[in-house]
């Protein structure tokens, strides 16, 4: 593929984009690389409406095909939250901080066991002619009482993943791009661009 939009200002998803993209498309643009890149509202009930919405608005504003995730934490024992709102968690505008301060409140009378969670990511794929294509990636583990490693970002220091003893923020990039939820939906949509070479 020659160029694809990803409809994120995102730096360090961006990142992890590109690595795991590297070889099958030739450029890779970002909304970071358009001052009037437009800001989509998302306001859908789940992370596939929310995908859909943002990679339908890049492909239409920029003419070429986008591709757009949404992702985010989910706490069974949080009745699913944060979920859609997980970048907002502690309300509108907060950072990955404020957010992670968050979840560590409403955990706190939660046992080692009602801590299980997810990440899930699903990415969308839409063309300017209208297709569209749906891929999604779950990775399980559990919250942390403390943050623990200095990489990734959002909730990875807070989040211990299973089979690694270690938080999502304690994998080295390559470990990361192996097993988490972004890298599985990722996996997917590699193969469907080698589908369509």
Do not use: W
């Amino acid at each position: 593929m020659k160029h694809l939009v990803v409809a994120t200002r995102n730096k360090g998803k961006i990142v992890e984009i590109n690595a795991l993209l590297a070889g099958l498309v030739d450029q890779i643009s970002s909304a970071a690389d358009y001052g009037d890149f437009p800001e989509t509202v998302e306001d859908g009930a789940t992370f596939e409406e929310n995908a859909l919405k943002k990679a339908r608005e890049a492909a239409v504003f920029s003419g070429f095909p986008a591709l757009a995730d949404d992702s985010g934490l989910v706490v069974d024992a949080l009745g699913g939250r944060p979920g859609v709102f997980s970048a907002r968690f502690a309300g509108e505008g907060a950072d990955d901080a404020a957010n992670n301060v968050h979840l560590l409140s409403e955990c706190q009378l939660l046992s080692e066991e009602q801590r299980q969670a997810a990440f899930v990511c699903v990415l969308a794929y839409v063309t300017p002619e209208g297709d569209e294509q749906v891929f999604s990636g779950t990775v399980t583990g559990r919250i942390l009482s403390v943050a623990r490693g200095e990489g990734g970002f959002g909730y990875d220091p807070l989040f211990l993943v299973d089979g690694f003893e270690r938080s999502m923020a304690e994998l080295t990039l390559t470990e990361k791009n192996e097993v988490s939820h972004r890298a599985r939906a990722f996996r997917k949509f590699r193969e469907y661009l080698k589908s369509l070479a």
